[in-house]
């Protein structure tokens, strides 16, 4: 045999690993070339993936992270060993926390060395330090292994609560070959990687009881919710009981924000006073203040507010984390609902419509805060601040209501929650359970990539400085994202002093005046510099129709922006002065 022909008979673990990717449907893979994973990313692209190459491994984990999201198919993230491992692992554990399913391939350094501690290249246990981070972690030692590895990190992602994975692969694995026909029929097309979970006929039973003697019922939809992609069966449930609902910040869209049973801007009334809440894909952790306290009508911050509660997750192990749930319903959200609507259906017109004082309650009160809101977006101050700049893009998303949603920050992160509507499912993307900063241009890497749709990012200018650098990815594949810095000179604001009267200036404080348009000039794209709403808008509404990347430095009050947002609680108070 001549070395040719042989080598056309054998796979090594590129190969293997490629192949295995293919075969379960994955197309695109996020990540940063370097030892050992270099070829694997060229090869990947020879074979016809998409390789999007990064600047810094923590975007692309939560390019992955975001993509895992959006396509319920575990997003790829390719990283080098050691310190590039590590940078991936922020993005992992964000995934984990938020239900994300995301996979992170390392390389990692030779095992005989690593665990005899002898000092090899970027050496380090990997496996033992994902572990913890994230829902399950593997590692394959022999190229016919490969296959079993992709298959068992695919259905740790995807199948019940979603989530993040490792997937551990020592450099040498990937130049082991064997025997190309063998190799074939050791990798694995996963069936049905997620399966559907019916809920128990008496579980949906109880969650019916409960609801039917409901007098102020409560649904609040979480992202759970969106990952489902059962969208019709929700928005048939909502609009069949006529129950008023509160969309959590990523699952705002999936009904239309618009929508006359939205109780979004009544959210500090309905949550103490509803008597059944119904939470579907959301855990009742601190964004819902723990389903207690004086959130929920409670007489202090432990106290439970009287509501009963019906969930329907996934995981079996999520009622009863706070407060003691009445009604669990375990199953995926499309099962649930639909034996929910099975059950409402059977009672015909018989089914109790919520009462007319509830309903009337709640529109009264979004009506005093929407017009108080109006009121507010109608102004025009000089300079800008979050509202009369947030009152422009309010405007774009209406008009584009396909285009994806990047937001961070604090002060630009709450306020365009509850200033910008959202019409579509899945189009909001932000910082989720853990209020991370950073997730910004990984998310809108992925965003554009998987959508092909417009991506606007508002960004804070804090939040943005986290992963400012991929507006070079941004450009490198030429992808229709306007990113819009809110620029206030700092974190929060731009006013604080130097108590000490020292040369520095306060931990809180940026250059005044800075130019992050420039930033995407330096890499071909658009950069912007826009100081009055009428040049945002103009602004925003040409990088949209022109798809090219933008970047618009949105000069904002730097008096504007209160510490840490809409959580200022949250700052731990010291009885110190
Ligand atoms: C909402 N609201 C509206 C509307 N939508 N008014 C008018 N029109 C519309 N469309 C009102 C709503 O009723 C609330 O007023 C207020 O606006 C805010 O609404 P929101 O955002 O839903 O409610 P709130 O109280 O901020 O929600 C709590 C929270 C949220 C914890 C879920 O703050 C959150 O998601 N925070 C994440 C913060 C984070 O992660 N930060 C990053 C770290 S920053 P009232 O009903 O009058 O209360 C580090 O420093
Ligand atoms: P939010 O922050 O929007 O309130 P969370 O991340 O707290 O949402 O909650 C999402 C919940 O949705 C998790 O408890 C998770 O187990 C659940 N979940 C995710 N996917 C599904 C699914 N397909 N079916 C049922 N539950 C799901």
């Not at 128990?200 to 102020?216: C, E, I, S, T, Y």
């Not at 618009?258 to 809440?277: G, I, K, N």
């Not at 009264?364 to 422009?392: C, D, G, I, Q």
């Not at 420039?518 to 040049?535: D, I, N, Q, R, S």
């Amino acid at each position: 045999m001549t070395t040719e022909t042989q080598a056309q008979t054998l796979s090594d673990g590129v190969d293997l690993l490629i192949d295995a990717l293919k075969l379960n449907g994955i197309t695109n893979l996020y990540g940063l070339p370097g030892i050992p994973i270099t070829d694997l990313t060229r090869r990947a692209q020879a074979a016809g993936m998409r390789m999007i190459s990064f600047r810094h491994e923590q975007n692309a984990g939560n390019a992955a992270a975001i993509a895992g999201f959006m396509t319920q198919k575990p997003g790829i993230c390719l990283t080098v060993s050691a310190p590039g491992f590590l940078n991936g692992l922020t993005a992992l554990a964000n995934a984990t926390t938020n239900c994300f399913p995301m996979i992170l391939v390392s390389g990692s350094s030779e095992r005989e060395v690593v665990d005899l501690q002898q000092g090899d290249y970027e050496e380090m246990d990997q496996l033992a330090i994902a572990r913890p981070l994230c829902k399950a972690a593997f590692r394959v030692l022999h190229a016919e292994d490969i296959g079993v590895g992709v298959a068992r990190a695919i259905r740790a992602a995807v199948s019940g609560r979603p989530g993040g994975v490792y997937l551990d692969l020592p450099a040498k694995v990937f130049a082991q070959s064997m025997d190309a026909e063998a190799g074939r029929k050791s990798l694995i097309k996963v069936v049905d990687p997620a399966p559907r979970q019916i809920p128990a006929p008496d579980a949906v039973q109880r969650a019916l009881k409960l609801l039917a003697g409901a007098k102020r019922p409560l649904i609040v939809l979480g992202k759970g919710a969106a990952y489902a992609q059962a969208d019709t069966e929700i928005r048939t449930l909502i609009e069949k009981t006529q129950i008023p609902y509160l969309p959590m910040s990523m699952a705002k869209g999936l009904l239309p924000d618009t929508h006359e049973q939205s109780a979004a801007a009544a959210r500090s009334f309905v949550l103490p006073e509803a008597d059944v809440v119904m939470l579907i894909g959301a855990r009742l952790n601190w964004l819902l203040s723990h389903g207690k306290g004086k959130t929920w009508g409670g007489k202090d911050a432990k106290a439970w507010g009287g509501q009963k509660f019906i969930q329907i997750d996934i995981s079996p192990q999520e009622a009863d984390s706070n407060v003691p749930i009445d009604a669990p319903v375990i199953g995926d959200i499309g099962s649930c609902v639909s034996a929910l609507l099975d059950g409402i259906g059977a009672a015909g017109s018989g089914w109790p419509q919520p009462s007319a004082d509830w309903l009337g309650a709640i529109s009264e009160r979004k009506s005093k805060n929407v017009a108080k809101m109006a009121e507010t977006l109608a102004k025009n101050p000089t300079p800008m601040n979050f509202h009369s700049a947030l009152n422009v893009m309010r405007d774009i998303i209406k008009a584009n209501p396909e285009a994806m949603l990047v937001n961070e920050g604090a002060n630009a992160l709450d306020f365009t929650r509850s200033i910008v509507d959202m019409y579509k499912p899945r189009k909001r993307i932000d910082v989720g359970t853990w209020g991370v900063m950073g997730i910004g241009m990984g998310f809108a890497v992925a965003a554009a990539v998987e959508s092909g749709q417009p991506v606007i990012a508002i960004e804070g200018d804090s939040a943005f400085g986290f992963s400012g650098m991929e507006v070079e990815t941004i450009c490198r594949y030429k992808l229709p994202v306007c990113v819009v810095v809110f620029n206030n000179n700092g974190v929060y604001k731009g006013t604080d002093v130097n108590p000490s009267g020292g040369p520095d200036v306060a931990p809180t404080v940026f250059v005044k005046g800075a130019r992050y348009d420039k930033l995407m000039e330096a890499f071909g794209g658009v950069g912007v510099h826009a100081t009055t709403p009428a040049e945002l808008r103009k602004a925003v509404e040409e990088a949209v129709r022109s798809r090219q990347p933008t970047l618009i430095n949105a000069v904002i009050d730097e008096t504007a922006g209160t510490e840490s947002g809409r959580i200022t609680s949250l700052n731990p108070k010291s009885a110190k002065k």
